[in-house]
């Protein structure tokens, strides 16, 4: 087996220490983007809530609309059997 020296052993850790600070700093970079999509996530589902929001409302206000069709329509078949002077 081969004779293993200080210096080898020292130059294998500073390798070592290279790739261990890259593999560091990748991790840091794809934290990064995971935090950006994080946000644009949460600025899609605010988006979306939004939409959703603006929907019910004229969905609410459609739905008094055609009350007020209905109502209409009502009195005016109604108004047709009323006696007329």
Same mark, same amino acid.
């Given at each position: 087996? %081969? !004779?293993?020296?200080? &210096?080898?052993?020292?130059? /294998?850790?500073? #390798?070592?220490?290279? &790739?261990?600070? !890259?593999?560091?700093? $990748?991790? #840091?970079?794809?934290?990064?983007?995971?935090?950006?999509?994080? $946000?644009?996530?949460?600025?899609?589902?605010? !988006?979306?809530?939004?939409?959703?929001?603006?929907? %019910?409302?004229?969905?609410? #206000?459609? !739905?008094?609309?055609?009350?007020? /069709?209905?109502? #209409?329509?009502?009195?005016?078949?109604?108004?047709?059997?009323?006696?007329?002077?």
């Amino acid at each position: 087996m %081969a !004779d293993i020296s200080n &210096d080898l052993m020292y130059e /294998l850790l500073k #390798r070592m220490h290279a &790739d261990i600070a !890259d593999v560091k700093l $990748g991790q #840091r970079e794809i934290k990064a983007e995971v935090n950006a999509m994080r $946000g644009a996530i949460v600025a899609l589902h605010q !988006d979306i809530h939004n939409l959703h929001t603006t929907l %019910a409302r004229h969905e609410l #206000r459609l !739905d008094r609309i055609e009350n007020r /069709l209905e109502l #209409r329509e009502l009195a005016e078949a109604q108004a047709r059997f009323e006696p007329h002077p």
